[in-house]
């Protein structure tokens, strides 16, 4: 098992930036991947980005060039810097892992997830 806590997320202006990270409760280093979701109200959980162990990272057509996922291994973190955030970005984020007996892609759903954190961009 796999506990997964968010922090970072907040209230910012269009245009500005955050930076979120999930923090897991044991070593990753055998965990497959690791991502970030986002659900807007009254719309469907979407990938925002994904990196696995040895893989590009993939991010959504809607934040490429925006957005930035970093795994750090060492301390056990996922981290996604967020750049130039719009309005449409207002959602909660959830951070997701892959087990190590996974397929560890991200075209299937994460085994784990976070509780969630609140990212609101004012316009």
């Known amino acids: 098992q796999v506990q997964l806590v968010e922090s970072g997320g907040g209230l910012v202006q269009a245009g500005g930036s955050l930076r979120l990270s999930c923090a897991a409760s044991r070593s990753i280093s055998s965990i497959k991947a690791m991502g970030w979701y986002r659900q807007a109200p009254g719309k469907q959980r979407e990938l925002v980005a994904y990196v696995g162990s040895a893989t590009v990272p993939h991010y959504a057509d809607s934040v490429k060039g925006r957005f930035t996922i970093a795994r750090d291994n060492a301390r056990g973190t996922v981290y996604l810097q967020m750049n130039s955030l719009k309005a449409e970005d207002t959602a909660v984020y959830y951070c997701?892992?892959?087990?190590?007996?996974?397929?560890?892609?991200?075209?299937?759903?994460?085994?784990?997830w976070g509780q969630g954190t609140q990212v609101t961009v004012s316009s």
């Open positions: 997701g892992a892959w087990g190590p007996y996974s397929s560890g892609t991200y075209l299937t759903p994460p085994d784990y």
